[in-house]
């Protein structure tokens, strides 16, 4: 097991991180809303990893990311309720309200080009890549049943979505309207 240090010196808490597709970059995002990128193939010295790039992303915390299936961008949740799109050098090129309550997951798929958000109202929303939403994906909510984790399937027209109440549903988005396959 290797182990490097990444700590800035900061009261900061990393709450996501996410790896590149080709596995040379590792990001993490932070309580602060900070953005830090790190060229894991450049290493500083055999315990630092080398800084590739670092930026402010939210003004509060960042709930959680995920990064483009191709590397070519990262996509944010974060304590402003807001989805926002970045390209890998710290560029913003969407932003867009994701949900009234906190936002707390969020997944990229390659194949339908869209991003997948849940939280609290709605539960879960498929964006397009300027973040643009599509469809929103809704069961009546409360503190118990908002949206923790999802997941595209490969085909990226069903997401599966895991809610604090522990139910488990797979939704097809793509169906008009969006409807609960399983649950």
């Not at 709450?15 to 060229?39: C, E, H, M």
């Not at 790039?53 to 402003?80: C, F, K, T, Y």
């Not at 973040?131 to 599966?160: E, H, I, Q, R, W």
């Amino acid at each position: 097991v290797s182990k490097y240090a990444v700590r800035d010196h900061t009261d900061t808490v990393f709450t996501s991180i996410a790896w590149s597709a080709d596995g040379q970059r590792l990001a993490g995002a932070d309580s602060q809303g900070g953005i830090r990128v790190w060229d894991i193939a450049e290493q500083q010295s055999p315990q630092r990893l080398h800084r590739a790039a670092r930026w402010q992303a939210s003004n509060l915390g960042v709930l959680a990311m995920a990064w483009h299936p191709n590397g070519g961008g990262l996509a944010i949740v974060d304590e402003n309720l807001k989805l926002s799109i970045w390209e890998r050098d710290g560029k913003q090129v969407g932003s867009s309200i994701a949900h009234t309550q906190r936002p707390l997951a969020i997944d990229w798929n390659n194949s339908q080009q869209v991003i997948g958000t849940g939280g609290c109202g709605p539960s879960g929303s498929i964006w397009d890549l300027n973040a643009n939403k599509l469809f929103s994906m809704n069961v009546k909510y409360d503190s118990t049943n908002c949206v923790t984790a999802l997941s595209f399937n490969p085909s990226g027209t069903v997401v599966a979505m895991a809610d604090k109440s522990g139910i488990l549903r797979i939704w097809d988005w793509s169906a008009d309207p969006a409807v609960v396959i399983r649950q």
